[in-house]
């Protein structure tokens, strides 16, 4: 069976700078796949790629047997249309580091835009499963409050929701968990591992190395804008065999506490 | 200066008052629709646009407003007899332009101030541009716009009293023939400064009301 996500030779440069240097990665359906790496490895620009919020100098990117973009012969760079990119990002769900909800929404105002006026879904079913989905994540009385009435690790719970409600094939976590206080990290968690066992394909940049190691099937090391180490979480994470991947996770295992705020 | 000579004058200036709201409301209008199409040309992906926009809003800040009303009340007839207006219109017109030229940059300022995480959220979420644009980002915008744009509101309630030199029957004028009438001065200006400031006062009321409706709850 084809992957859900396959990504070859991925590219991209600002400018000069060249962030990813040509990765490769396939996500199959019902998969988890932990991207882990140090800051500035790229991780984040390769999932802002798999729904073109940056758009990608090399490579080539299929999802759900849609193309977003390919290298043409001469190395230059086909991107889809600005209508089938539409229709391809109703599928690629993206929960952001800063949540991005629509701060003069409500919670449940937040999750039935998108489907009403994209999906055409009418105003009562789209309530509907939006309510379901706030009490999966356990927001259920949290509805009518506005995002700014919310704790982050609240908010964040809501964007979940917000991108489930367009019933995607994929949901893409970029550090969703780095901006809100530590205490409030684990029920963000909580509602990913619960997404993970319902059979969701998860692709997760994260630096919360438990829940790589618990929930994901397979992690991929970044470094320097190319695939480092890439396998199932319990060999990447618990026997690395390179050793650049080594040296990360000791680094982030000994990392002194103030550190967590910087990730 | 006698509070009772001031007490005799407030009704005749009082005459032309609604001609000065008018002339106002009208400009506010005006300029608040072309404002808006000048602030979204500003920031259309389109150069033809965007080189339009800017050239009116160079041009119309940089023109005595003055200017522009003698413009359209004596020069635009010469041009072609079609184009002589009433001095109230040539006044509305000439403050409508004016006004317009600043409510463009507070209007595409209030814009380009929301955050860019909120256009890529909707993106993501498969929104169309004209969508997300109605119901995301300047909705969100009107919160960041409200103080700049009630300025402006504020500077074109004053200058309709050029409108007076166009011979618009406005309060200011009316107040000048009481001048040269009774060769009164203090009373007359008196009496017509607290009428503008009663003005300028609601709209600053309006802009505090306008804050409590688009401030964010939290």
Redesign the interface.
Known sequence: MASLVSVKGLKKSFGDLEILKGIDLEVQRGEVLSIIGPSGSGKTTILRCL?L?ERPTGGQIDIDGQNLCKERSGGEMQFATRSDL??I??G???V?Q?F?????MTALENII??PM??NKVDRSTAVEAARDLLESVGLGKWADH?P??LSGGQQQRVAIA??LA?EPAVMLFDEVTSAVDPELVGEILLVMRQLAEEGMTMLVVTHEMNFAADVSDRVLFMDNGVVVEEGPAAQVLGAPQNARTQGFLRAVRDRAPMDEDQQ | MNIETIQEYLPIILKGFWITVHLFLWSLLFSTVGGFILALMRLSPIATFRWISAVIGWLFRGIPLLLLLFYAFFALPAISRSLMFEPFWAAVLGLSIWTAAYQSEAIRSGIISVEKGQIEASETLGMTKRYYMRRIIIPQSIRIMIPPFIGNAINTMKQTSLAAVITVPEMTLLARQIISEDFKVAEPLLALASIYLLLTTILLMAQQGLERIFRLKV
């Open positions: 729904n919020l539409r229709q990002r109703k690629i769900g993206l952001f800063q991005n909800l629509f701060p003069h835009e998108a006026a994209v506005y700014l009435q917000r991108a367009m």
